[in-house]
């Protein structure tokens, strides 16, 4: 079965970097769009960035776009997410999000669980 | 970018009820590239309808979604009690994806 498994969030300070991964099975992971996207604590969702099948194309929302790199490795079915210069509006629980298509667009047909990243001094 | 609104905020019903949540675009959401999901409390969020109106896999087909153009609707038959969950809409027909604020629907 379809299993997005995220990892790497914790707390951090404000300004400091790091770096979000996506473990996937269950599909042909280099056949598909992924995604991040992330919710505020007791907020709404909120889509972060997009990285096409193979990479040649990557979208961010404006918020985030100059401090966060997504990239893909298709040979290990890994997703990232590279965060640089956090801010506390940056605290968020970030999901990975499997697309329903190789592009950019798509609605997002499996999830993971989540990773909890908190950007407070 | 398209901006979503969801009505309403909260819906109060009873299992058994009909439930009709609404979702307005401020531009037309073309090949009605409109997909809903709903959140339970410390999950995360399910796909339930893609294409305004296709159910994805395993969705019981009490759920049920129309619309076309700025105004898209998601209808529940009749409540379960494991459906009583916060709803969103999402648009993916323009960049950046973006989604409602959300629907919650609660045990009245």
């Known amino acids: 079965q379809v299993q997005l498994v995220e990892s790497g969030g914790g707390v951090v300070q404000p300004g400091r970097s790091l770096r979000l991964s996506c473990a996937v099975s269950?599909?042909?992971?280099?056949?598909?769009?992924m995604h991040w996207v992330r919710q505020a604590p007791g907020k709404g969702l909120e889509w972060v960035a997009v990285i096409s099948y193979d990479g040649s194309n990557k979208y961010y929302v404006d918020s985030v776009k100059g401090r966060f790199t997504i990239s893909r490795d298709n040979s290990k079915n890994t997703l990232s997410l590279q965060m640089n210069s956090l801010r506390a509006e940056d605290t968020a629980l970030y999901y990975c999000?499997?697309?329903?298509?190789?592009?950019?667009?798509?609605?997002?047909?499996?999830w993971g669980q989540g990773t909890l990243v908190t950007v407070s001094s | 970018e398209i901006v979503l609104t969801q009505s309403p905020g909260t819906l109060s019903l009873s299992p058994g009820e009909r439930a009709t949540l609404s979702c307005r675009a401020s531009?037309?959401?073309?090949?009605?590239?409109l997909a809903w999901y709903h959140q339970k409390p410390g999950q995360a969020p399910r796909l339930l309808i893609y294409?305004?109106?296709s159910r994805a896999t395993g969705i019981p087909d009490r759920f049920s979604g129309s619309g076309s153009g700025t105004d898209f609707t998601l209808t529940i038959s009749r409540l379960e009690p494991e459906d009583f969950a916060v709803y969103y809409c999402?648009?993916?027909?323009?960049?950046?994806?973006?989604f409602g604020q959300g629907t919650k629907l609660e045990i009245k």
């Open positions: 294409g305004a109106s």
């Open positions: 999000a499997k697309a329903n298509s190789s592009t950019q667009r798509g609605y997002f047909d499996y």
């Open positions: 999402q648009q993916y027909s323009s960049s950046p994806n973006t």
């Open positions: 531009q037309s959401v073309t090949s009605n590239y």
């Open positions: 269950g599909f042909i992971f280099s056949s598909y769009g």
